[in-house]
């Protein structure tokens, strides 16, 4: 069996390890990678985006499955590309089509699928340039904090909390006429804000079916205490603490099959991961958005729960079938700290040497933002690499993360020493 996994981050590398450990001793490629993932896989240097390059990679390896990492190849339309080609449609692609990936590359979209399935969420509206003022009204219907929402994909930077109403005005007029977030904010969704704790749901569908996987919170700003800049994610916990079964009986009631039954009612076939970001307000779970793939950081947080063969898992993802695969969690916590270059998420600097990875004993060390320079391996992004370790519970994995944390290092290297702190 031969796999290609599309991406270069630490969701990736912990997919390729993941499918390393398969029984069936698969084939790895991952396109295009990076130094972690050249240790379990045959790194391809092609971009994501790179559909002709990819296809030519499928024919002349002999790839049997696709695995799709991030968002990008998905709102552009990877799996109708094969779909629509007679020599690759037999390749099944994880990941949903153009039409679904619109959960995750339109916020307005997203709101409607939400609202006209009855499935929970903020009240919204959204906004274009010439509709500038009446936003601006209905900015002043809400109470603070105000939540301002790029429609397009931003790179995970699109999304504005504001608690003064005239700030709130000018930033919308910044992002609709002003394009600061270039043509992802042609339209602007404004939110009721809500209250509450955030974690994430993942879900594995072949279109018919589906498995719940392991629940997980991350955290996104830069600064300790949640303060500072969004990031990609500086970390995850898994399981979620605070999610009791009464909780997680309400998130499968009330979201996950209004989600699934949805799709089908729309008449969508949708194959592959759904990550449904949620806030708990009260004792009951809130849909804050929908991606169409593994969520980065929580991936090194997931998939090293699943004691299933992910290759497995995946198979009968892209056959239909996986109403006959058990699906078997560790029931241990898992966390993950990444570590970030110094000035993430504004200028940083590529190319530091990286040491003290083999030294890492008690965890496991993901790469981010890595490549290899001859025989060393240095920095080359903002989130560097993430230490993924097991506890009873998630002060234990955290010291363990945070153990092999410090048996690493580069220059200006940062983490965040306080995760967990709002877990009680």
């Known amino acids: 069996m031969k796999v290609l996994i599309l991406g270069s981050g630490a969701r990736e590398h912990t997919m390729a390890w993941k499918l390393s450990q398969s029984p069936e001793n698969p084939h790895i490629y991952v396109a295009p990678g990076n ?3 050249a240790d379990v896989a045959t790194n391809l240097p092609l971009s994501v985006t790179d559909f002709t390059g990819i296809a030519q990679a499928v024919h002349q390896f002999g790839i049997d499955l696709v695995l799709v990492g991030p ?18 449609a037999h390749v099944p692609v994880i990941g949903p089509n153009k039409t679904a990936a619109q959960l995750e590359g339109s916020k307005q979209y997203a709101k409607e699928f939400l609202i006209r399935h009855g499935i929970p969420t903020a009240a919204y509206a959204a906004f ?13 219907t809400l109470k603070a904090p105000y939540v301002l929402k790029a429609d ?34 042609q ?7 809500l209250s509450g704790i955030e974690l994430s749901c993942f879900v594995l569908t072949d279109g018919t079916s589906y498995k719940v996987l392991p629940t997980a919170k991350d955290y996104k700003r830069i600064g300790e205490g949640d303060t500072g800049l969004n990031t990609g994610g500086m970390g995850a916990i898994s399981p979620v603490p605070f999610a009791d079964q009464e909780f997680l009986d309400k998130v499968h009631e009330r979201i996950v099959v209004p989600t699934i039954e949805g799709l089908k009612k729309d008449n969508i076939t949708y194959v592959g991961f759904i990550f449904i970001g949620l806030i708990k307000v009260g004792d009951d779970p809130f849909v804050i958005e929908y991606n169409v793939r593994m969520g980065d950081p929580e991936t090194e947080v997931v998939l090293p729960r699943i004691k299933t063969d992910l290759l497995t898992l995946l198979r009968a993802t892209g056959q239909g079938k996986l109403h006959e695969v058990a699906l078997e969690t560790d029931t241990r916590t898992a966390t993950t700290v990444m570590a970030v270059a110094g000035g993430y998420p504004e200028a940083y600097e590529k190319g530091h040497p990286i040491s003290g990875i083999d030294q890492v004993k008690n965890a496991l060390v993901f790469q981010a933002g890595t490549a290899q320079n001859g025989d060393q391996v240095c920095t080359n992004g903002g989130r560097v690499l993430a230490v993924t370790a097991f506890g009873t519970d998630y002060k234990q994995a955290l010291a363990q993360s945070y153990l092999g944390l410090s048996q690493i290092s580069f220059q200006d290297m940062y983490y965040r020493k306080d995760l967990g702190f709002d877990l009680g």
């Open 152 to 185: 397009g994909l931003a790179a995970g930077k699109g999304v504005l909390i504001l608690s003064d109403l005239q700030e709130a005005q000018s930033a919308l007029a910044e992002m609709l006429v002003d394009q600061k977030f270039g043509a992802a904010s």
């Open 35 to 37: 130094a972690g993932t």
């Open 128 to 140: 274009t340039a010439d509709t500038l003022a009446e936003g601006q009204a209905f900015l002043t």
């Open 187 to 193: 339209t602007v969704v404004i939110e009721e804000f």
């Open 71 to 88: 968002e990008d190849p998905l709102v552009q339309g990877i799996s109708d590309f094969f779909a629509a080609d007679p020599t690759l």
